[in-house]
Nanobody, 127 residues
């Protein structure tokens, strides 16, 4: 069982930056892939980025590559998402997820059940 708690969301002006954090309850996440997803109002949840907890291998949604950076601190069991050059269309609830059965590339498949989800943190980007 893994509990995930996101933090760091808030209101930011366009062009600004935010860093989201996701604290995992499980001390050892070896073999897990962790990811960030987001869901804008009235839209479906979409993949943002993923990272192999042990390998550090990353994978991004093409449209976000270059502005967002996923990372992890294995000692703190914490996942991060650094978001730069934010745009109003980045406004969404951002969710952290973990799955021991996937690769960083297969994390995009939301049609399949995800291992664990956090409750989400709201990011609002004003124009």
């Amino acid at each position: 069982q893994v509990q995930l708690v996101e933090s760091g969301g808030g209101l930011v002006q366009a062009g600004g930056s935010l860093r989201l954090s996701c604290a995992a309850s499980r001390r050892t996440l070896s073999g897990y892939v962790m990811g960030w997803f987001r869901q804008a109002p009235g839209k479906e949840r979409e993949f943002v980025a993923a990272i192999g907890w042990t390998t550090g291998i990353t994978y991004y949604a093409d449209v976000l590559k270059g502005r967002f950076t996923i990372s992890r601190d294995t000692a703190l069991s914490t996942l991060y998402l650094q978001m730069n050059s934010l745009k109003p269309e980045d406004t969404a609830v951002y969710y952290c997820a973990a799955d021991s059965r996937r690769t960083v590339r297969t994390m995009v498949a939301l049609s399949e059940g995800m291992g664990y989800w956090g409750e989400g943190t709201l990011v609002t980007v004003s124009s």
